[in-house]
């Protein structure tokens, strides 16, 4: 009994054992980059607005001879202006246009609506007015919407009962998609920024390897 407690017994003097440290776990790798989405939710934007904007309504305004499509006028249009591209539309015409409105055009708006909506979810300051950068692409989404149904429907009227609230949504649209794209352009320069200066600021990330 005595020889048991003399080998557990410690020499006085002798350091506390160290209690073993479990080994760390490596840190576990970020599952995807949302810079990567970002990208290529701007690549496929532009792209459909060269396809809308540039190849479509550049092609339907051939076909008309000219004549400049409402869309394309961000500055508003006379009821003289409508008439005269009233009157160089055949049915056929409208129904392309109305088709183009209904596919390429709701794409496009939807995209633009996307893009400013996934930059401020992942890059703008979580502050109080960040909930406030998520109006315009909101905005921007009904109003395009809308102003595609409108001019639809006001050049295959006689008359230009709808051209006031043509006039409106197309302005609208013009002034929201430039505040959509300004806002986008600026939450994402500004995180860039952001990231930089933190990384240039972090001795740590400035060493090779450094995470």
């Known amino acids: 009994m005595s020889s048991k407690r003399s080998r557990n017994k410690r020499p006085q003097g002798s350091p506390a054992p160290r209690p073993v440290q479990p080994a760390a776990q490596p840190e576990s790798e970020p599952q995807g980059n949302p810079a990567i989405l970002v990208a290529v939710l701007i690549v496929f934007t532009l792209f459909m607005g060269w396809y809308y904007h540039l190849s479509v309504l550049g092609q339907m305004k051939d076909l008309v001879g000219g004549v400049t499509m409402l869309d394309h006028r961000p500055f508003g ?7 005269a591209l009233r009157s160089v539309m055949t049915g056929d015409d409208r129904g392309q246009l109305s088709w183009v409105h209904k596919t390429a055009g709701t794409i496009f708006t939807a995209l633009i609506s996307l893009v400013s909506v996934v930059s401020v979810g992942l890059y703008a300051p979580k502050t ?9 692409p909101a905005l921007f989404l009904m109003v395009g919407i809308a102003q595609n149904i409108v001019v639809d429907e ?9 051209l006031g609230a043509a006039n409106a949504l197309t302005i609208g649209s013009w002034i929201l998609l430039v505040a959509c794209v300004l806002m986008t352009i600026a939450v994402l320069v500004t995180a860039f920024i952001r990231e930089f200066l933190r990384r240039w600021r972090d001795p740590s990330l400035q060493q090779p390897g450094g995470r």
């Open 128 to 136: 109080a007015w960040r909930r406030l950068l998520f109006i315009p």
């Open 154 to 162: 006001l050049l295959g009227r006689p008359d230009n009962g709808l």
């Open 77 to 83: 249009y006379s009821g003289t202006e409508v008439d």
